[in-house]
């Protein structure tokens, strides 16, 4: 297969919806879809052409000679994510940033312990690291007005007791603005070179409108090509094993019928064998699939699409082959399998991520809010407001990094067991804690470290003999650092983004940063008491 890969860019958030959601809501996929995409080349080809009466059209849209893939999110390091394999697991409590991933589809049997699904929908496996990601949703309250009273409002027959809406209140879950996708055109080799050149042009110009909404304020994105037409593969994955066992993973959504043309919920041996045109056997305890329904909107026919089920996009389904001679796996990775393949469904790879643990990493993703926003000037009479709505964004940001530094340096070091918690006492954490609550809102850090100073010897021995994990030093010394020079903060929260909005920009002035260093204290010293809460202790005060 030759390939076109592109990026989307999403300077309005992106609303494709899911059917998922209360009646008064719609949400969005976390990935802009094959059918999206081919609708919106297919209509840039409309504009110059006859129609779908013109044979050129009817290659490049209705045949499975070119096939447009869904645009999933750009990992930091450039590569496209992929979907989450379901057979992936963590511990079920696990809130740790960098989890143990057990592979549930390679050793059925794996870890002890309590372990659920993998939440984040896409990974990325970066230097044999498992990154997971999850794109952030923008949420909006829209009201739908009657024109004439300009407000919502029911009326009641009192005849029938049936009621009438003029107007409601609904929601939009969508995408998020900034971020960046990666979307690939397969093209079939037997696709003419003046094919090729025509459905090239398509991907100009830049600008481009996808998914509802459009005149409320979303759908506006970027296109830019990464790419020009080359051979592509899917993650290559190992050989099989000598027993002939293969593990299939849904890159899409896969629409399979049964031989009775039923659309199923479960796949069994007898259907995949006819898809994979050889006798096989699906292995139950290293499969792991789900099933949700895929629609789509003809905006052409301005007409809905049926709904059909189809088994999730990172289902994983392992099987032996009886005949391994029979098997062609290149053949079933380039072709996919289902319906609706030149929608992007159907795209599959096997025997990928084919070790039991991976270290895992749950990671952001790179959002260009600065290129989308660059260009918006906010009058001098909103920008006070502005800067507050900057400034409780990057609160938000740095609430996140201290709590991932807590779960990373504190909670290690309070352990059930004599003599495994070698923190202070909580009489001694709260009067500190007192002295930096009062001292937070001026971010007077000076006052807080001549009372740290002035401790009696028995409290500060508390503090001395008190170590962060990772070989960060003891608490007190910690403390003093971070008191004398609050500046430091920043390093010990990996230097979060500011947050920019037009030409307004966070607040970032001495006092800030004082206000921050407290705040993470703050948080420190409260970790402890809160980690002894838990049911592995048995009072609130751990005493050496």
């Known amino acids: ?19 998922v959601g209360d009646p008064n809501s719609t949400v969005s996929y976390d990935y802009i879809p094959g059918s999206a995409l081919r609708g919106l080349f297919a209509s840039r080809f409309r504009e110059g052409a006859e129609g779908a009466d013109d044979a050129l059209f009817q290659r490049l849209f209705l045949s499975r000679q070119v096939r447009f893939l869904n645009a999933y999110p750009v990992a930091p390091n450039g590569t496209r994510c992929l979907p989450t394999p379901r057979g992936l697991q963590q511990e079920k409590h696990d809130s740790d940033e960098m989890p143990v991933l057990v592979n549930r589809g390679i050793d059925p049997t794996g870890l002890p312990g309590r372990w659920k699904t993998v939440s984040q929908s896409f990974c990325a496996l970066i230097h044999r690291r498992l990154h997971l990601f ?31 809406r003029y107007g409601t209140v609904f929601r939009y879950e969508a995408l998020a603005a900034g971020y960046e996708f990666a979307a690939l055109i397969l093209i079939d080799p037997a696709v003419t070179s003046e094919d090729r050149i025509a459905l090239q042009r398509l991907l100009t110009p830049e600008t481009c409108w996808i998914g509802r909404s459009r005149s409320a304020g979303y759908g506006r994105a970027r296109l830019a090509v990464q790419m020009e037409p080359g051979t592509y593969a899917e993650p290559a994955g190992a050989a099989a094993s000598s027993d002939g066992i293969w593990s299939m993973t849904l890159l899409s959504p896969a629409i399979l019928r049964s031989p009775e ?49 189809a088994l999730a996009m990172g289902s994983v389904i392992t099987f032996q082959v009886a005949e391994p001679n029979q098997f062609d796996p290149a053949e079933l990775e380039a072709n996919g399998i289902g319906d609706r393949r030149n929608e992007g469904f159907g795209r599959l790879t096997l025997n990928w991520l084919n070790e039991s643990t991976y270290p895992g990493e749950r990671s952001q993703l790179a959002a260009a809010r600065s290129d989308v926003q660059e260009d918006i000037s906010i009058p001098a ?19 996140a990094a ?20 070698r923190m202070p006492t909580n009489s001694q954490l709260s009067h500190i804690q007192t002295l930096v609550r009062q001292a937070t809102f001026s971010g007077d850090t000076q006052s807080v470290l001549r009372a740290f100073l002035q401790l009696r010897d028995t409290a500060r021995f508390g503090f001395e003999r008190a170590r962060l994990a990772e070989n960060k030093g003891s608490l007190a010394d910690w403390l003093y650092r971070l008191l004398e020079q609050p500046s430091n903060v920043w390093v010990e929260l990996g230097k979060p983004e500011g947050v920019k909005i037009g030409n307004v920009g966070s607040t970032e ?36």
């Open 1 to 19: 297969m030759d390939v076109i890969a592109y990026t989307i860019t999403l300077e309005q958030p992106l609303l494709t919806t899911s059917l």
């Open 134 to 164: 999850k794109p952030l949703r923008s949420v909006a309250i829209h009201v739908q007005r009657d024109r004439l009273k300009g407000k919502a409002w029911l009326q009641r027959n009192p005849e029938d007791d049936t009621e009438a």
């Open 261 to 309: 043309g039923e659309d199923i919920q479960q796949v069994d041996d007898r259907t995949l064998s006819l898809y994979l045109k050889c006798p096989v056997t699906i292995i139950p305890e290293r499969t792991f699939t789900a099933v949700e329904m895929v629609g789509g909107f003809n905006r052409h026919w301005r007409l809905p699409v049926p709904q059909r089920r």
């Open 381 to 399: 009479a909103l920008q006070p407001f502005t800067r507050r709505i900057a400034n409780r964004v990057g609160d938000s940001r740095i609430d």
């Open 402 to 421: 201290i709590i991932t530094f807590v779960q990373r340096y504190v909670w290690p070091q309070v352990q059930p067991g004599a003599g495994n918690d």
């Open 509 to 544: 002035d001495d006092r800030r940063t004082r206000q921050v260093a407290l705040r993470l204290i703050a948080a420190v010293l409260a970790a402890p008491g809160q980690r002894r809460k838990g049911p592995e202790f048995s009072s609130l005060e751990r005493r050496p």
